[in-house]
């Protein structure tokens, strides 16, 4: 699919395959949603049911949150310089001068503004606006809507998306702008890997535990990651293979305790979720082959125990949420109660009040 868009892109006259990118990118996020928007509007039409703004609302959020990175590489791509050869280029297309009149008229147009609105204004804005509501952020108008950007986070730490955006931009850039330069680039990353690393701990922003030690974690394994690639890569300047192909493994097994807890924690849900199946065609077979063997009885009775523990769930799920209708019933009855309590109350009011003023007419 991208090397169909790459050939759909390059064959436009007029437009270089960077800028022409770009707009590809942002055309497809806004295509994204304008087609959920109408699909909602055609499943709510067909439906009767209400049109739910909020499903627009995280969309947008999450259209943007995911495609950040790739706009903002691919805007600061066109600013970067590289050097082939004593000639500037530009670093995101090798083919095009750095400087010329055409990429200067591309960077004051379009690049800037681009890069300003999606890398400043629409994240600093967001920012204020969370920031103005901090206190009425668990108001279901507002997690509705935004909830995307903060439901993870704890209260106090509402901002730490914004944190993570900008932490983004800073390794984009730096993997950007020093491409070439190895060992001031895995300085750098290892650096803002560590500051990640002290706000992470200092603030403790997700709402489980696990996540804020799976999120040190990670930065711990990635600076590791990033210092062994260094160290390999000045073996290879060096010719010294056996010392490289050593820290090739390290690296490996890095990776492999980095991706560790994701994966084990993928396996349990789905494992959690099809539990049930599994046993059915585990003890089928058995039944099968071995019908009178302990494992087929086992497996037996641990399905029927499944069983049951899956119908007492869905019966107190069944349960509260009877509970929560007949909640809010009482909720809106004695909402009533209390507007017509107060609609009585002033029409006596205004009753007494047209009495006096009758009374004082009559004796005038």
């Known amino acids: 699919m991208a090397n169909f868009f790459e050939c759909f892109l390059s064959e436009i006259e007029g437009i270089e395959l960077i800028y022409s990118r770009i707009i590809l990118t942002v055309g497809l996020i806004i295509s994204q949603v304008l087609i959920i928007q109408f699909g909602c509007a055609l499943f709510s039409f067909f439906t009767a049911q209400k049109y739910k703004s909020r499903i627009m609302s995280n ?3 999450y259209l943007y949150i995911q495609n950040y990175a790739t706009l903002i590489k ?3 791509s066109t600013l970067a310089i590289r050097k082939i050869s004593q000639i500037d280029y530009i670093q995101g297309d090798v083919s095009l001068l750095y400087g010329s009149n055409n990429h200067f008229n591309w960077i004051y147009a379009f690049i800037i503004p681009g890069s300003a609105l999606f890398g400043l204004i629409i994240p ?3 920012y204020i606006f969370l920031y103005l509501k901090k206190n009425d952020l668990n108001k279901i108008k507002y997690r509705s809507h935004i909830g995307y950007l903060f439901n993870e986070y704890t ?3 509402y901002f730490w998306e914004w944190i993570k955006l900008w932490n983004k931009t800073i390794i984009i850039i730096i993997l950007i702008y020093f491409e070439t330069d190895i060992s001031l680039k895995a300085s750098s990353l290892g650096l803002c890997l560590l500051i990640y690393q002290y706000l ?7 709402n489980l535990q696990k996540f804020n030690l799976l999120d040190v974690q990670t930065g711990q394994l990635c600076s590791s990651a990033i210092f062994f690639a260094a160290v390999k890569y000045i073996c290879d300047q060096q ?3 056996t010392l490289s192909s050593l820290i090739q493994t390290i ?4 990776s492999l305790i980095l991706s560790y807890p994701f994966i084990r924690g993928i396996l349990k849900v789905y494992f959690k979720k099809y539990k049930p199946g599994v046993f059915e065609i585990m003890l089928t077979i058995c039944k099968n082959y071995y019908p009178n063997s302990k494992f087929t009885k086992y497996l037996s009775l641990r399905l029927i125990i499944l069983r049951q523990r899956e119908k007492k769930i869905k019966s107190h799920f069944q349960k509260m949420k009877q509970a929560f209708k007949k909640r809010k019933q009482n909720e809106k009855k004695q909402q009533k109660i209390v507007l017509n309590s107060n609609l009585s109350k002033n029409n006596t009011m205004n009753l007494l009040l047209n009495q006096s003023q009758k009374k004082e007419f009559d004796n005038s």
């Not at 992470?200 to 997700?206: A, E, I, L, T, V």
């Not at 690296?251 to 890095?254: E, G, K, V």
């Open 251 to 254: 690296i490996i097994l890095i």
């Open 59 to 61: 969309t947008i959020l």
């Open 239 to 241: 010719e010294n293979y």
């Open 124 to 126: 600093l804005s967001l």
């Open 200 to 206: 992470s701990q200092h603030f403790k922003p997700y």
């Open 155 to 157: 209260r106090k730490n």
């Open 74 to 76: 691919q805007f600061f």
